[in-house]
């Protein structure tokens, strides 16, 4: 199913709001971002069972970290729901004042990531016949020669699961505070 049909699918949900004074609030912010991964089930594709097993061998998404944000930091975070409230959270403070245009090109330069990431992914599994619903088999990964790719294709799959669902929960925040729905341009 592609990413568009998704969004078409998932027009008549009933989405939560968050105001922008609630953005400071980690805890508003938790719950908003938790009841996007219970329900929505867009996010419930990204953010799967394979999302939380790379999570937890230790990998990361990439392009996610902030300046001053060490590895180990990272590691602080007992689970990716943890870990992905977090991101979010220092992502909407720092765009809490943004502009229309600047939220939107947050997004773009995300999706962009998560883009390059999926297709990656999707060169490695395409050259080792890994059917995606195959991802995480241990004989799938397996048929990736090395160590170095196989991590490879885990780090790019995870990325492009999670910030895929970042945009997801960007775009609803974009079109409840600037008024407009973000129109995916890749």
């Not at 949900?13 to 867009?42: G, R, T, Y």
């Not at 990272?74 to 809490?96: K, S, Y």
């Not at 890994?130 to 780090?155: A, G, M, T, V, W």
Request: aromatic content about 12%; charged content about 25%; overall charge negative.
């Amino acid at each position: 199913m592609e990413k568009e049909e998704f969004i078409l699918q998932t027009t008549a949900i009933k989405f939560p709001s968050l105001s922008k004074a609630e953005i400071q609030n980690i805890e508003k912010v938790a719950q908003f971002v938790s009841w996007f991964l219970e329900n929505d089930p867009v996010l419930k594709y990204f953010i799967d069972e394979s999302a939380y097993s790379i999570f937890n061998e230790g990998f990361r998404p990439l392009g996610q970290d902030p300046p001053g944000k060490s590895q180990e930091a990272a590691d602080d975070f007992e689970n990716l729901q943890n870990w992905f409230v977090e991101q979010i959270f220092r992502d909407l403070n720092a765009l809490v004042h943004a502009s229309s245009t600047e939220f939107e090109s947050f997004i773009d330069q995300l999706d962009g990531i998560s883009v390059d990431a999926l297709l990656q992914a999707g060169e490695i599994a395409i050259r080792y016949k890994i059917l995606p619903r195959n991802y995480l088999r241990k004989s799938e990964i397996s048929k990736i020669c090395s160590k170095d790719e196989q991590d490879r294709f885990k780090i790019n799959l995870l990325t492009d699961r999670v910030l895929e669902a970042e945009v997801r929960i960007l775009a609803q925040l974009f079109q409840q505070f600037h008024g407009k729905s973000y129109c995916v341009k890749t």
